[in-house]
Nanobody, 117 residues
Framework: QVQLQESGPGLVKPSQTLSLTCTVSGGSITTAYFYWSWIRQPPGKGLEWMGAIGYDGSTYYSPSLKSHTSISRDNAKYEVYLQMNSLKPEDTAVYYC?????????WGQGTQVTVSS
């Protein structure tokens, strides 16, 4: 059973860079047909898919976030990363790590990120 755990700073100042880590257990990041996504939910709003990295290292991004978002991974550490620069207060949200494979859907518990000076 794949388990995901997000970690990162809870508070970030505007214009700074956010770095989040998703630690994976119970499976390998490179297992065929796994896709590892970052998804966020601003307060009072719905889920927003930000982007993903595939088992083969391919990356996919939301067009609206692509210019200041980067997703990468460290296979040996079983970690998937989100980096987002030029943060704004509207980037305040709960950030989730998500994995999908053959219709099976796995979620981390989420980590709150607040962008405020």
């Amino acid at each position: 059973q794949v388990q995901l755990q997000e970690s990162g700073p809870g508070l970030v100042k505007p214009s700074q860079t956010l770095s989040l880590t998703c630690t994976v257990s119970g499976g390998s990041i490179t297992t065929a047909y796994f896709y590892w996504s970052w998804i966020r939910q601003p307060p009072g709003k719905g889920l927003e898919w930000m982007g993903a990295i595939g088992y083969d290292g391919s990356t996919y991004y939301s067009p609206s976030l692509k210019s200041h978002t980067s997703i990468s991974r460290d296979n040996a550490k079983y970690e998937v990363y989100l980096q987002m620069n030029s943060l704004k207060p509207e980037d305040t949200a709960v950030y989730y790590c998500n994995a999908v494979r053959w219709g099976n859907d796995y979620w981390g518990q989420g980590t709150q990120v607040t962008v405020s000076s």
